[in-house]
């Protein structure tokens, strides 16, 4: 059955999501901040930073929050962590209170360290009688995504809204699992932004697949033992939007968050790597969140706090290796 669909952001993510969502023969609204966003994706049917990719002329490209959402059945909320809360302070007056609302964004935010759906709840969008919001999270690099290459998500939250999602956008070469394990799904996909960051810096070294595979396993670790101190469950560190996810994003050479990292382990500084981006990387503030909750819940997280120095307290990435390496040896746990 078609859906009448509204994505909320236009930047890489946000546009393969409103193409596959049309290919998935939905009806489909595409929103963006103002009209220097909007106003080349109307003119050229494209993303600069998408190339190849044409946006249908079926899909409604706006910066009207109001003529996006109208009427809308599921809202897909593609809007970093970071600024999801300013965003929502305005469309949320418009949002119908029968929608579902998707949120595909992988991050905490900085000053509460909530998760993106928590974000969306603090706002009362998506509590009591309004819309309910779920998460949509797995192994998307929107490249991939933009070239119809198949892949798999969960969609987690409340069982019959992850039921709609999964049957709306379950198509097209995506396969979706539905989960109830909200916290663990945000906690994860946030989460493998900061092994990502190692892993690119393990590239810029030139450090090999032996070392590459290691900080894998221990990082899934770390994302494992934080994400069950928050409240998630073992299983989704294991599975898609775990494992699946963190390796997508710590191997492909269009992974923003090991891009950055790549480059820094060559020599640059963090700002001017930043600098060099054309896109948010949500690891970088991630990271300080991240070690913010370890602090919090008393969880070891020795690669996070490597990641962080580096980041933030001027370590270079071998000093930041040299120290991982000389830690006490013990039995491996998780």
Known sequence: MAERIAVIGCGQ????????????????????????EVGPLVANRESSRLPGLSIPPS??????????????????????SQYARSVWEVLGRDCPSETIIVSVAKGFEMHSLMRPSEVLKDLHIGTGTGPEVITLSGPT??????????????AAGEERA??????????????????ADQIGVEAAGAIKNVIALAAG????????MNAKATLLARGLAEMARLGIALGGRRESFFGTA?????ATTCFSSDGRNRTLGERIGRGQSCADALRSMASVVEGVDTCTAV??????????????????GVLFAGRTPREALQELMQRTTAEERI
């Open 141 to 154: 690099i929107a490249t991939e995504v933009a070239l119809g290459l198949p892949t798999a998500l969960v």
């Open 13 to 36: 993510f946000g546009v393969v999501l409103a193409c596959h969502a049309q290919r998935a023969g939905h009806r489909v609204s595409l929103w963006g901040r103002n009209a220097e």
């Open 242 to 246: 775990g494992i699946g996810d963190l």
């Open 201 to 208: 810096m393990v590239d810029g070294m030139e450090l090999g």
């Open 59 to 80: 899909i409604a490209i706006t910066a009207n929050g109001r003529d996006a959402m109208d009427g809308a059945d599921l809202i897909l909320s593609a809007i970093p």
């Open 162 to 179: 992850t039921q709609r999602v999964q049957s709306a956008l379950g198509r097209e070469g995506w396969r979706i699992y539905c989960s």
């Open 291 to 308: 070690v913010q909750l370890a602090d919090r819940h008393h969880v070891d997280m020795p690669i996070t706090r490597a990641v962080h």
